[in-house]
């Protein structure tokens, strides 16, 4: 086939698999992903540590590796409160929809080839169907309901606001994340999560798709509410989002969710991107694949998902929090364009070396990249403002035009004060003559 155009294979074959094979699968995923977490947080808080130059969590254990025990502890043994004001049921249903959504994404994801599991050959991955990827998009959608009935079933302001912004967020970047995922269907030729791993074979499509890749990675960073994206939690303006009002077990399991939605975006990056559970390059080569067969494939999938967790611990020691309108106007004016864009320019190579025999990779990679720097120009162009007309000097300063008291800029004057104005003699005491106290003192009628 020319080009990049892969055929759509068959799948992994689940035909001998049996109950136990799945629930075997199952409690292995589960397990998976909950010492994930476990060793996120610590791994998190010990690598920003180092780049802020603090020591992090060094001495529950070797290294600090039972602090994360510690404060699961914590978290179990903590007074649960629930808000008198707030909907009981959909107070207690939020929490455990975020974790129950996050849960299913693993699903779908290929941790290795076949291999043997008690006498058993079969699929290192629970189940697999043609359009694998939708399911994933779908669940990380579902998902945000948690946050949504989190924010108003609480009845309080703050987790509102957190939870309208979580709305808006999911919707301006998954549609990015989605748009960025469509090159990879078209050069792959299927959404199957098995498919796309084996339709990179020979060349990771990280190389080939890398603006697809990089708006991956910014919109899979809003899409957790990380920072420098976490307007929904924000603690600066909203004392915690919509978390403010949950605590003991409903927060942590809010919490899990966070560090399972980071698993899980990671996962799909290393799916459809970095070539799944194959080994990379050099080792890939040596003895004719040997590293890519067994429980090897294992390792090299569970070392590029911590690649990603990395990242994830980076941005946040180093980046800024956006400001709302800075974060929604990157997500419309300049993600979900330059998706677009990719989206079409691939479109566009993959259907002319499918029916012709032209080679217009390099003519359509450099349009796309001339249209990418084209709109990140445009956004990097300041937006025109009318120039601000500055009071004359000698008009009159009034401290509370504005609805506020404001100090007077250079050049301009406080009105005088109206105490200046009063004689002498009408602020001081009035002194009583004798005359005068004579007259108070006689008796009356």
Known sequence: MNGLMRVATTGADFSNDVFWVWLLKAVGIIVFLLLSVLIAIWFERRVVGRMQLRPGPNVHGPFGLFQSLGDAMKLLLKEDITVKAADK???????????????????????????????????????????????????????????????????????????????????????????????????????????????????WWLIPLLPAFVIYVISMVGETNRLPFDLPEAEGELVGGYTTEYSSMKFAWFFLAEYINMLNVSAVATTLFFGGWRAPWPISAINDGMFNTGWWPLLWFVVKVWMFMFLFVWIRGTLLRFRYDQFMKFGWKVLIPAALVWVFCVAIVQGVQQFTDLDVRVWAIGAAVVLLVGVGITFLIPEKKKPEETPPVDAPFDAFAD???????????????????????ATSTPVLTTEDSTAEEAPRG
């Open 89 to 203: 049921v959909l107070y207690i249903v939020a929490p455990i929809i975020a974790v129950f959504c996050s849960l299913l994404t693993y699903a779908v994801i290929p941790f290795g080839p076949e291999v043997n599991i008690f006498g058993v050959m079969t699929p290192l991955q629970l189940t697999d169907f043609p359009v694998a990827v939708l399911y994933i998009l779908a669940c990380a959608s579902v998902g945000v309901y948690g946050i949504v009935l989190g924010g108003w079933s609480s009845n309080s302001t703050y987790p509102l606001l957190g939870a309208v912004r979580s709305t808006a967020q999911v919707i301006s970047y998954e549609l990015s994340m989605g748009l960025s995922l469509v090159s990879v269907f078209i050069v792959a030729g299927s959404m199957s999560t098995s498919d796309i791993v084996t339709s990179q074979t020979q060349i």
């Open 403 to 425: 609805g506020f008291p404001v100090p007077p800029l250079p050049g301009q004057q406080l009105p005088p004060s109206p105490r200046a104005a009063r004689p002498a003699m």
